[in-house]
């Protein structure tokens, strides 16, 4: 079941207790938690595979024209759009350019939804920020609960009622799960007055499930992109929200005035040329093979038991990420921790045993194996 996530059930101080920045601001921030991002949580170790990053940079620098500095640059710059367009498939009319897919889900709550008034709709466990980013805009979250096999719930068509916005992450961060897109064309199908906004922010790692083709038949269809992950551009921040003119023309009057800087707009362009895009497929490549290592290494881990019940469940990847379901979470964590690999780990009840393991190099991943590999049971 669902459950609205502005319950600000935590007894607050009394005003004479509140410094004055928090006399002034919203009361329904008091109680926000924010969202902890990799570098938020940091971490020691000389392994950092927490954030779903790439361990490759491509960036040609020499080749960058930066002598435009002393001027703002184009809001939506033609050379990244057109270049975005021709790597996508989509035409440049319906393509956004924003600070990372982040600014994206902000741009469609603030464009869409009335403060105190409209909800959206999200399926966890998945990405905190659509929440997040909700609550900051005292917009209502309707928390659903994928299946437990990560699918979309039975009864989701009757839970998101009143949603102006639901968000599906596919595939899904942090499960590394896939919904079918036969069965992502059902829900928008069966939304039709709802923006569907699906997150394809690893869709390179299994692009047979993008909906983007669909963007033409689905005028209710929005999809999230970034450059972040298979691009390799995770400290650059660009992304691109997908979506019919109609709804691109309502989030251009409240995007920012220059949302691209000038050297984003310059790398990024860069990454999406012929040769940028083939090398991404290689190391695409390479980052799939390392993660089927990885993935066999926890799974036969986790397979090892001097009891005849399972140790853990590890998800099949669908992204450049690998979430493992253990019983010694507490051993591994710290197997891990001692070990100098910075992981990630949550606080969501239903991955409360849960590691995710980002996909890294050839060297980090022989780290892993081998770790795994010292603990397995003779």
Request: charged share 20%; no cysteine; net charge negative.
């Given at each position: 079941m669902g459950q609205e996530m502005n319950d600000n059930s935590q007894e607050r101080p009394r005003l004479t207790e509140l410094t004055l920045a928090e006399r002034l601001t919203r009361p329904e921030l008091l109680d926000l938690t924010p969202y902890q991002s990799a570098r938020r949580l940091g971490g020691r170790g000389d392994i950092w595979i927490n954030a779903n990053e790439s361990?490759?940079?491509?960036?040609?620098?020499?080749?960058?024209?930066?002598?435009?500095?002393?001027?703002?640059?184009e809001c939506q710059p033609p050379e990244l759009i057109k270049a975005y367009?021709?790597?996508s498939g989509v035409s440049a009319s319906k393509i956004v350019a924003s600070r990372g897919a982040d600014e994206a889900i902000e741009l469609l709550i603030r464009a869409f939804c009335i403060p105190g008034v409209d909800s959206i709709a999200c399926f966890g466990p998945t990405y905190g920020m659509y929440a997040i980013s909700a609550n900051t805009f005292n917009v209502g979250v309707k928390a659903l609960n994928l299946s437990a096999e990560y699918g979309l719930p039975a009864s989701y068509v009757d839970e998101v009622r009143g949603a102006k916005l639901v968000f599906i992450c596919n595939p899904n961060n942090p499960t590394g799960t896939v919904i079918d897109k036969a069965i992502i064309e059902q829900a928008i199908n069966a939304l039709p007055e709802v923006l569907v906004v699906v997150d394809e922010a690893y869709i390179e790692f299994c692009p047979e499930y993008s909906v983007a083709d669909l963007l033409d038949t689905y005028p209710n269809l929005v999809v999230l992109r970034t450059l972040s992950k298979a691009f390799a551009l995770a400290g650059a921040r660009c992304g691109f929200m997908l979506a019919n003119e109609d709804v691109v023309e309502i989030v251009m009057r409240v995007i920012a005035p220059y949302p691209?800087?000038?050297?984003?707009s310059e790398v990024a362009t860069q990454a999406l040329s012929n040769a940028g895009v083939a090398r991404m497929k290689v190391q695409v490549s390479q980052l799939i093979e390392q993660g089927e290592r990885l993935t066999a290494a926890i799974s036969a881990y986790c397979s090892t038991s001097n009891s005849s019940e399972s140790r853990a469940r590890?998800?099949?990847p669908n992204g450049n990420y690998v979430?493992?379901?253990f019983d010694d979470v507490a051993k591994v964590a710290a197997l891990l921790q001692g070990s100098g690999v910075v992981a990630r780990a949550y606080k969501d009840p239903r991955l409360a045993n849960a590691i995710r393991f980002s996909f890294s190099s050839k060297t980090d991943t022989d780290i892993l194996v081998n770790l795994f590999e010292s603990q397995l049971i003779d």
């Open positions: 361990p490759f940079n491509n960036v040609d620098t020499a080749a960058l024209d930066l002598s435009k500095l002393n001027r703002y640059p367009s021709d790597y691209v800087p000038l050297p984003v590890v998800l099949k979430l493992a379901e």
